[in-house]
């Protein structure tokens, strides 16, 4: 059955509904996004064996729709050839293979990568929802409040990072770091937003001497901890487990900064935290943080009041800060609490509303680091060694950037069929080698036309307006009409 047409309207490209069974379109009432940033094939399979021994054991390796995406940005020179990606042919180089050095070239950084996934266009790398020309693009979570329902962003890096801020702003630049966490306090489109970032502490959850606003202005910190403040600020790790208990509801739009500088955990000093040998880093956590799950589950906590639903989108975005440094244990770490805050959001439905009523995507932005198996310089595309339960698996890095490699996709729940409108090709590597589906792949950019044919949105979303507006807004009428890696085993 022929469920709907691709429509482009201006640079925007959203994809609008023509013709669905009612219960798809439409239908979904609650959407969750989940973004374990820099997330390449093996590192699914790296937290996998450590957690569990085996892979299967995830929550999203449950979820109905498998399929691979393809992540270039309007940067990218080069379209994605399965052929030249999977390619064995010995270099005799330091890139050992041609497919490896076909997808070190050219790959999306995560604020076009993010901007992609929230407007359904490709721009150039660097941008948040701004297109290639400079023009301003309507993103999901502007859809989303304006069709009534709630919105928030939850992320292990700063807040004002960028696929969280492809989720809440538009500036021409993802260093604007100030700025961009202005729009996302200040314009009302976010009703939660969880992340890193406190200007008060370091790396090691240690006081600052002096307060280092890189993150978020000094002005805008100021302002939330004064009276007339735009939105509650919560700190510690007790009140984000409030929020998750349901033992405190906040009235009003929450802002949650732990008690660390950027990340919850990856920038962690062994020097100061001491040592765990039960964590895969042997590192002891910060004391007094809460977890990406925790996190998950105090927002939708906050979101999940509101008759008209809501959208959220969680990242795991330390992942792609460890895949940087080839951290083996690191990324462990990162992705656990990623798979911990996934299954945080099935419970959520499972306990306080349905899969007839809620979209959950689980997916990346786009690869980074290659890790692959400990020979895979030999053989190419070996796959990530399984070394048991609570043993740290067999790795081999092979670069320490984003890589243009066809990505993992999962997504569950009423409208996640529509994704098999959206099929841009087949990859029979990404079925051979990965044994993850049947080779089916989509483009990024059409994640966001899909949420919105699922939620009912049929029009792109406005320009960002002041935060007073939305605490008006219902008055006005405007509430909106493998097979995953197949358990094997080396």
């Known amino acids: 059955m022929s469920r709907r047409t691709l429509l482009a309207t201006s640079v925007t490209a959203f994809i609008l509904p023509v013709a669905s069974d009612a219960a798809t379109l439409g239908g979904a009432k609650n959407v969750m996004m989940f973004v374990s940033d820099g997330a390449s094939w093996g ?71 993010g901007t992609a996934l929230a407007t359904g266009t490709k721009t150039l790398n660097g941008r948040i929802n701004v297109g290639p020309d400079g023009e301003k693009l309507p993103f999901l979570s502007q859809a989303m409040k304006t069709a009534g329902k709630k919105a928030g962003v939850v992320s292990s890096v700063p807040f004002s ?28 489109t976010l009703d939660v937003i969880m992340g890193g970032g406190n200007p008060n502490y370091d790396g090691s959850g240690q006081r600052l001497d002096e307060a280092n606003y890189n993150r978020i202005s000094e002005a805008d ?44 955990q990856v920038n962690r000093d062994p020097e100061v935290v001491g040592s765990d040998p039960d964590n895969p880093t042997g590192v002891a956590f910060v004391d007094g943080v809460p977890t990406l799950e925790t996190m998950t589950r105090g927002a939708l ?43 945080a959001g099935v419970d959520w439905v499972e306990a306080e509303s349905s899969w007839d009523e809620t979209l959950m995507l689980v997916l990346t932005d786009h690869g ?93 979303a406005p320009v960002p307006v002041p935060a007073s507006f939305w605490l008006l807004a219902p008055a006005f009428g405007l509430l909106g009409g493998i097979r995953r890696l197949k358990k094997r085993q080396n």
């Open 368 to 460: 980074n680091g290659m890790p692959m198996g400990p020979n895979s310089d030999e053989i190419a595309f070996q796959p990530i060694e399984n070394n048991g339960e609570g043993v740290l698996p067999g790795v081999m890095w092979h670069t320490g950037g984003h890589t243009t490699e066809n990505t993992l996709f999962w997504a569950h729940g009423v409208g996640s069929d529509l994704f098999a409108d959206e099929i841009a090709g087949n990859d029979p590597f990404l079925a051979s080698i990965l044994e993850f589906n049947d080779g089916a792949f989509f483009d990024n950019t059409a994640v966001a036309g899909v949420v919105s044919a699922a939620a009912g949105i049929t029009d792109p």
């Open 221 to 264: 910190w100021e302002a939330l901890n004064g009276a007339d403040a735009p939105m509650t600020l919560i700190e510690t790790r007790e009140a984000f487990e409030a929020l998750a208990d349901g033992s405190r509801k906040i009235d009003d739009r929450v802002i949650g900064l732990p008690r660390v500088g950027d990340t919850l």
């Open 161 to 188: 990072h960028a696929t969280p801020a492809a989720f809440g702003a538009q500036n021409i630049d993802r260093n604007n770091y100030l700025e961009i966490a202005g729009q996302m306090i200040n314009e009302g």
């Open 301 to 343: 906590r906050q979101l999940g009041d509101d008759e008209d639903g809501l959208f959220l989108m969680v990242e795991g975005g330390a992942v792609d800060w460890a895949a940087h440094a080839n951290s083996t244990a690191g990324i462990i770490e990162e992705q656990m609490d990623f798979n911990a805050a996934v299954e």
């Open 43 to 113: 590192t699914w399979d790296m937290a996998s064996y450590y957690e569990h021994g085996e892979t299967g054991r995830q929550a999203y390796d449950a979820f109905d729709t498998k399929l691979g995406m393809t992540t270039g940005s309007a940067s990218t020179e080069q379209p994605y050839d399965p052929e030249a990606a999977w390619n064995g042919t010995p270099t005799g180089d330091e890139d050992r293979f041609e497919g490896y050095t076909r997808i070190k070239q050219g790959a999306s950084d995560s604020a076009a990568a």
